[in-house]
């Protein structure tokens, strides 16, 4: 049963007889609390789908368990790896304001966590709120090494929006009955995509449509009357989702944990790496309700199409009664799809503005393209590649931000094109020959406090897909967003400057483009890279070098002493 977010005091006593990660909380300062957490990265055996198989998990739980703590907290985070593999945790959404050292990419802002090894992460909650989220950022690992992470307003400071009676966490996910990581690393000798998921999950569990599944189904208790704030998360390694509930309509007021102008909708869309909190009137007919999840995809690429489900359950009505399906977008429901973003905005308020850049010292075009490069041992003579404006991510030995910070010569090179540098088509017939890509590990840098605008484009090589981006450190406006090729002399008159949504994570549409805006105040390195973990493997990624500004309150904060080595 969901219960409304305990005081302090109750979810100490909660999480520590719960899952014992909560290691001490409520250390006062004059800022906020100071909520200790203990991540042990442990494998454990788990069953789903008649399948058994061991997991890497963090304290034996799948999904992990849920980091709470208030705007204006500071948050640390003792991570020990008892797995196999190396390991390192993204708190994804968080911008860690001169803190890259707690961001978490493997190879972009630290070295992994070695096996039998610990390290920290110590970081402030600043100026956000709302749902965000945190997972493995090494390998495929993220299939099961996630949670939700929820920030409570300040005490005394309400939601923007009538207070719920209740709150629950909705983690969407990815099964394989098979090794996650020996999948990846045999698409990877293969230079073909490896094979998709066999189920989608709600909260680590498929539900009742698949096999063995019955005991594997999420169930949240509601009573009739009382309304309910469900922070959905999309935890999926590869697939874009819609989400509803039969016979209930949902009020969209947080994407991102950025408050927004509510709407009601009767599906939602969500890409890997985006959070939705969506409020829920409990005021149907009492009976039990299906939550339901499944792809959406508008390009001719194969996915998991199986739909997952969990159960909305009124109190006191009996588990033998069969629960309705609610009624989800066809997966290649573009024009819902298009229908559902276009309403998503900003709140614009007085105590949370939209401060849109409205000037932009920095234009930047970046082309997303498939690709192949020649392979040897691959099956076909080649292996399948993505990559930004041509360039295929190559990952260094050592962090970027280490190299960096302290200027260590020849592992990255600061030449990132701006746009690509054979402009072509990028949208038109489908384009199979010269796929070739250049390899390289080549940054941007980007001058501290200017301001930038960002046009993704998605391009037509070998397919036309649809790509949701994440940039770490930042929340960015989404300006605009077009069909077909973007045009720098018609596109931004239809800006939206106003109100614009703010993200983390946008989806590029298939065949079309997305324009983003930010102002670059946060020095250090910050990775950009498609959230579709199958296209981030095959290179689909680069990184922003943000300078530092004048003096040391506008520069990158000192490594910890325990920084993880390579």
């Known amino acids: 049963m969901a219960t409304s977010f305990p005081s302090h005091c109750s979810l100490v006593k909660i999480v520590l007889i719960c899952i014992g990660a909560f290691v001490s909380v409520l250390i006062p300062t004059s800022e906020g609390a100071v909520k200790k957490y203990q991540f ?34 500071r948050v640390i985070i003792n991570v020990t790896n008892h797995a196999q593999y190396n390991m390192s945790i993204h708190w994804h959404g968080l911008k860690q304001l001169r803190n890259g050292w707690a961001d978490g990419p493997a190879y972009i802002t630290q070295c992994p966590i070695q096996s039998g090894n610990s390290y920290t992460y110590d970081f402030n909650i600043t100026g956000q709120r709302g749902t965000l989220w945190w997972h493995a950022h090494i390998l495929w690992l993220r299939a099961t090494v996630h949670g939700a992470i929820v920030i409570m307003p300040q005490v005394g400071v309400p939601y923007p929006f009538p207070q719920p009676d209740s709150e629950a966490e909705l983690v969407l996910g990815e099964w394989w009955n098979a090794d996650v990581e020996t999948i990846e690393n045999q698409g990877n000798t293969l230079g073909l995509p490896p094979n998709m998921s066999d189920a989608h999950t709600i909260n680590g569990k498929p539900g009742p449509l698949f096999p063995c ?101 009124y109190k006191g009505v009996p588990t033998t009664v069969l629960p309705l399906l609610p009624k989800l977008p066809a997966p290649n429901d573009t024009a819902f799809a298009d229908s559902y973003l276009d309403k998503l905005r900003s709140l614009n308020t007085a105590q949370f503005p939209a401060n849109v ?12 393209g498939l690709g192949a490069n020649p392979c040897a041992t691959c099956l076909n003579g080649t292996r399948l590649t993505a990559s930004l404006n041509n360039i295929t991510f190559m990952m260094p030995k050592i962090g970027l931000l280490q190299a960096h910070y302290f200027n260590t010569k020849g592992v990255f090179r600061l030449d990132f094109p701006d746009k690509p540098v054979t402009p072509f088509n990028y949208t038109g017939a489908p384009l199979t020959a010269n796929l070739g890509t250049s390899m390289g590990t080549r940054l941007s840098k980007v001058a501290f406090n200017s301001t930038v605008e960002l046009v993704l484009q998605d391009t037509n090589l070998l397919t036309v897909e649809s790509h949701p981006f994440h940039l770490h450190g930042y929340n960015f406006f989404v300006v605009g967003t077009g069909i077909g090729n973007f045009d720098p002399a018609k596109d931004p008159a239809k800006y939206n400057l106003v109100d614009p949504p703010e993200r983390n994570t946008v989806g590029v549409p298939t065949g079309g483009w997305t324009a983003i805006r930010f102002r670059a105040d946060n020095p250090g390195v910050w990775f950009l890279h498609c959230h579709l973990e199958l296209h981030t493997t095959w290179g689909l990624k680069m990184a922003f070098v943000v300078e530092n500004g004048n003096g040391p309150e506008q520069s990158v904060l000192p490594p910890p002493k325990d920084l993880p080595l390579c």
């Not at 947080?254 to 599906?267: G, L, N, S, W």
């Not at 850049?357 to 997303?368: A, C, E, Q, S």
């Open 213 to 313: 599944s019955d005991k594997h189904t999420y169930a949240l208790e509601v009573e009739w009357g009382k309304a309910y704030l469900l922070r959905i998360i999309n935890a999926a390694l590869n697939d874009e989702l819609f989400f509803a509930i039969a016979g209930h309509s949902m009020t969209v007021v947080e994407i991102d944990a950025v408050y927004c102008k509510p709407f009601t909708t009767e599906a939602l869309l969500i890409t890997p790496g985006q959070t939705t909190n969506v409020l829920v009137q409990a005021n149907q007919s009492p009976g039990r309700y299906f939550m339901a999840t499944r792809p959406f995809m508008d390009a001719p690429v194969l996915v998991d199409n199986k739909t997952a489900t969990a159960i909305l359950q």
């Open 357 to 368: 850049p409205l000037t932009v010292d920095r234009h930047l075009f970046y082309t997303i």
């Open 40 to 73: 042990d990265v442990v494998v454990k055996n788990v069953r789903r789908l008649c399948h058994a198989k061991p997991i890497v998990t963090v304290n034996g739980m799948y999904p992990g368990p849920t980091v709470y703590a208030r705007e204006g907290d």
